[in-house]
């Protein structure tokens, strides 16, 4: 297994939507991302940024209480994931991999809020870790079996 992290800050949260536009540009079709960190660290917010960078202009809210939200309008479809009220059984039954194996749907970039839930995570993933800071956020990258550089996702400086 091929595994590599990297640590940053983001100083608002205009900065991580800004951050998640970038991410957006740069992530092939296919990528998993595991969100993870307190309720309000901004893992939403990460992905309204992706949201908009994919072109996606409608509005992207927390699946909190629908499980998934999907967005299929911008430049690939966005699938955002919200595990926090399920169980892990409940999480078996929603087959998640069905967004991201791209038989049932469309490939895309799918995003989980909360993955610990996941019965089993995926062979490749990036996951990305929200902490509060003040006003921002540190964020930890993390990437199993990724081939792109972590280097290339930071923000600029």
Not at 45 to 61: A, F, H, K, M, P
Not at 146 to 151: E, F, H, I, N, T
Request: hydrophobic content about 35%.
């Amino acid at each position: 297994m091929n595994e590599n992290s990297m640590e940053f800050f983001l100083p608002d949260l205009n900065a991580t939507d800004q951050w998640g536009q970038q991410l957006a540009q740069q992530l092939p079709l296919g990528t998993i991302i595991l969100l993870q960190g307190d309720l309000g660290a901004g893992k939403t917010s990460l992905v309204q940024g992706l949201g908009r960078g994919l072109g996606i202009t409608g509005e992207i809210v927390s699946p909190t209480f629908t499980i998934v939200n999907e967005y299929r309008e911008g430049k690939m479809p966005l699938y955002h994931l919200d595990l926090y009220r399920l169980n892990t059984l409940e999480v078996e039954y929603l087959y998640p991999e069905q967004y991201w194996q791209g038989e049932d749907f469309p490939l895309g970039i799918t995003a989980v809020e909360w993955p610990e839930r996941l019965p089993q995570l995926p062979s490749q993933y990036l996951q990305i870790q929200l902490c509060h800071q003040g006003e921002g956020r540190s964020i930890a990258l993390t990437a199993q079996d990724w081939a792109m550089d972590l280097k290339e996702l930071l923000p600029p400086s």
